[in-house]
């Protein structure tokens, strides 16, 4: 069994995946080709936003949304400390300091509790100047916009909706990555919408924004590529890459997202009571970028990874260190208050096999492995 069968599903799209592979090198524009075109197109429609502009991976386009908004050393820049590490490495990159908030035990997504705190904490203390912040769509499920929402209202502070994991996830039928003032996304081939190498996309419904990030991917360009008006950078999607997104987007759409939520209904109503199942808070839709269980200790949960692999079963520990304890932030300047979900989620999670080609026999599989486990067996 594997924990995200990339294979499987490769083989389900097989024939339209090879056909656009085979037109793209065929047509031999492989920067900026037509298929990158259609495809921002098509995942603006889908995402229902003006804008998607495609870039080199999803760390790039946090960078890109952070550079355009002109963030940098003195600024603050809110993020949850349970993610991965891309979310503040771009903030830090940049200059400006991350400032670490805790999530919500059975959702995994950023406390809008501990964000207003860290707001006001960071206000009263006056050294740093809050400029954005930071939610991730955390395992598929988009974060808690209602909340996060009125409070960078209430503070004039922009949302970038960090939606790597998150394509194909809503909140009352609007999608993930229309949530941000700017949103971004990454094709990184594990995500919901993987591509075949690094990938990734910025959406927004502003205007002037879509524009200089346009200019901003492409060495600043102003008029054309050869008139630069400001420092960018080179992150583009290639035209493969595209052609090979097209496909499974709409795979993603037709049947992928549905298969997903099959199996992560199917292992929440089998694990239920023997160990703690992720909580999709109502009017809310997952991707299940991960579907993640947690366990009562360090101890139970790794001795339940161990007995899974001796079954043959792969699973994952997603995250194994919440971010404000890496030990690049023993260097680099960051904020941290009270974190203790975030500290304490590393030694209790386990990510299962997931993946849209499962099959029920394989869900059934790894639930009797944790039950067995879980009842002393
Ligand atoms: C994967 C991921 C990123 C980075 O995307 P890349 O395309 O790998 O650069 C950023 N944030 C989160 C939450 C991610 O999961």
């Not at 031999?28 to 429609?45: K, N, T």
């Not at 820049?77 to 999530?103: K, Q, Y």
């Not at 299962?352 to 029920?360: F, G």
Request: contains cysteine; proline residues 5%; charged residues 20%.
């Amino acid at each position: 069994m594997q924990f995200n069968d990339l294979h499987r599903q490769y083989l389900a799209l097989k024939e339209e995946i090879d056909a656009a592979m085979a037109e793209a090198v065929d047509q031999a524009h492989f920067i900026s080709g037509p298929q990158v075109a259609r495809l921002e197109e098509e995942l603006a429609a889908y995402v229902g936003v003006r804008h998607c502009v495609t870039c080199g991976n999803g760390t790039d386009a946090l960078l890109l949304a952070l550079l355009a908004w002109g963030v940098g050393p003195g600024d603050a820049v809110f993020v949850p400390s349970f993610t991965f590490f891309a979310t503040a490495e771009a903030v830090s990159r940049l200059g400006a300091t991350p400032v670490f908030v805790d999530v919500e035990e059975d959702t995994f997504n950023m406390s809008s509790a501990s964000l207003e705190e860290a707001i006001r904490r960071v206000r009263q203390e006056g050294e740093l100047t809050p400029r954005a912040v930071i939610p991730v769509d955390l395992f598929g499920q988009p974060a808690d916009y209602f909340n996060i929402g009125r409070i960078c209202q209430k503070n004039e502070l922009p949302i970038l909706e960090d939606g790597a994991q998150g394509m194909g996830g809503e909140i009352l039928g609007k999608k993930a990555c229309s949530f941000g003032t700017v949103s971004v996304t990454s094709f990184f081939p594990a995500k919901p919408l993987g591509c075949y190498g690094d990938g990734g996309a910025l959406f927004t419904n502003d205007d002037d924004a879509a524009g200089l990030l346009r200019s901003l991917c492409v060495h600043g360009k102003g008029e054309y590529k050869y008139d630069n008006v400001r420092l960018g950078t080179n992150s583009r999607l290639d035209t493969l890459q595209a052609a090979i997104l097209l496909p499974k987007l709409k795979a993603l759409k037709e049947s992928e997202l549905m298969l997903r939520n099959r199996w992560a209904n199917r292992y929440t109503q089998q694990l239920k009571g023997i160990v703690k199942t992720p909580a999709v808070p109502q009017c809310f839709y997952s991707s299940w970028a991960q579907y993640t269980i947690r366990l009562e200790s360090k101890e139970q949960r790794d001795g339940l990874q161990a007995a899974l692999k001796q079954d043959g079963i792969p699973s994952m520990v997603y995250y194994p260190k919440a971010l404000h304890l890496q030990t690049v932030y023993q260097s680099v300047p960051c904020k941290a208050y009270d974190l203790p979900v975030s500290q304490r989620l590393p030694d209790i999670v386990l990510s299962l096999p997931m993946h849209p080609y499962l099959t029920e026999e394989e869900v059934d599989t790894v639930c009797a492995a944790v039950a067995r486990y879980c009842h002393g067996e």
